[in-house]
């Protein structure tokens, strides 16, 4: 791969969980987040004239594109005091992020609060690819376009989208993509989104939302996710020594060194389940005896029926998954 050149463009696809509900739980509200969000867009097309940016958002059932806008939409109105790519990027994200909100609270369905905190992230990841994989076919060979990816995470891992997660992790990694995590709230660090900074390598940050107001999130999108790939090179990246590549369950987010693995989806369980969580998988079992001593003994010279094994004997079996 060639090292990045000053003058080369860059791409960046920022997603934005949107899940109102994991808001809701958050010291920082949404509305904060979206104006400093906003301001590092701006500071990033301002960058270089030849910066490109796509933004996604993303929650619990949908991912939509909202900038570049449909051509359908409706024209916005010029205002001569604003820069104009920035009015077309404020309002287009805004308004976006707005109707998404009001789509899912009127559609919202009773009976589901234990997941209303997950954001499916993977559909996400993987229309950022797409976007990503689109650009650098149209560029022409004489100009190399540098892709990274900007999650600005509210809400908890999706067990069920591991799989669908990694393999979009892995993507961007062979594609020389880097994927940067904002961990703005939700009850611990997010080990899936750990694991997708470290392998492309990217920088996985934790907002500190209780002083300031939630100002720091702007400063940590201005001071560490700015930065394209050729000025990286001569930074030194702030690192994470708590990313932990041990397996964990899935029923409980507890390390374990032995415990069960589904067989169709590979989750892993720190106990023996019937069914699994992620696939719904329903697992056969079946039991084996293990018998003591052979059928038969030869007793001076004659075959002779050995005696039944004691009960204690019998009673031992082995488990076994199919």
């Not at 009001?102 to 559909?123: K, N, P, V, Y």
């Not at 560029?139 to 509210?154: E, F, G, P, Q, Y």
């Not at 409980?252 to 032995?258: A, E, N, Q, S, W």
């Amino acid at each position: 791969m060639s090292e990045p050149l000053e003058s080369d463009p860059s791409l960046l696809v920022v997603i934005l969980d949107v899940n109102g509900w994991a808001w809701t739980q958050s010291p920082l509200t949404i509305d904060n987040a979206l104006q400093q969000m906003i301001i590092f867009i701006n500071a990033y097309l301002a960058l270089k004239p030849e910066n490109k940016l796509v933004v996604l958002a993303s929650n619990k059932r949908e991912c939509k594109c909202l900038y570049p806008a449909d051509r359908n939409q409706a024209p916005i109105e010029r205002d001569i005091r604003i820069y104009e790519q920035f009015r077309v990027v404020d309002a287009t994200v805004l308004s976006g992020v707005q109707a998404m909100l009001s789509d899912a609270a009127a559609t919202m369905i009773e009976g589901e609060e234990d997941e209303e905190g997950q954001t499916l992230m993977s559909r996400a990841l993987s229309k950022a690819l797409c976007h990503i994989h689109r650009v650098e076919a149209e560029s022409s060979a004489a100009v190399k376009v540098w892709s990274r990816i900007l999650v600005i995470s509210a809400a908890d891992d999706s067990p069920r989208e591991y799989i669908a997660l990694m393999n979009t992790i892995f993507a961007a990694q062979r594609m020389g993509v880097l994927i940067d995590i904002c961990k703005v709230s939700g009850k611990s660090d997010s080990v899936f989104l750990q694991q997708a900074a470290e392998i492309t390598g990217g920088n996985y940050l934790k907002v500190d939302t209780t002083r300031g107001g939630g100002e720091s999130m702007l400063q940590t999108l201005m001071f560490t996710c700015l930065a394209d790939h050729y000025t990286r090179e001569v930074l030194v990246s702030p690192t994470s020594e708590t990313i932990d590549f041990r397996a964990t369950c899935f029923c409980h987010k507890r390390i374990v060194d032995i415990g069960f693995v589904c067989s169709v989806c590979l989750s892993i369980f720190c106990e023996l389940t019937p069914v699994c969580s992620t696939c719904q998988t329903k697992f056969s079992f079946r039991v084996a005896r293990a018998d003591s001593a052979a059928p038969h003994q030869a007793v001076n010279g004659s075959l002779k029926q050995s005696p039944k094994p004691a009960a204690a004997t019998a009673a031992m079996s082995t488990l076994t998954l199919s």
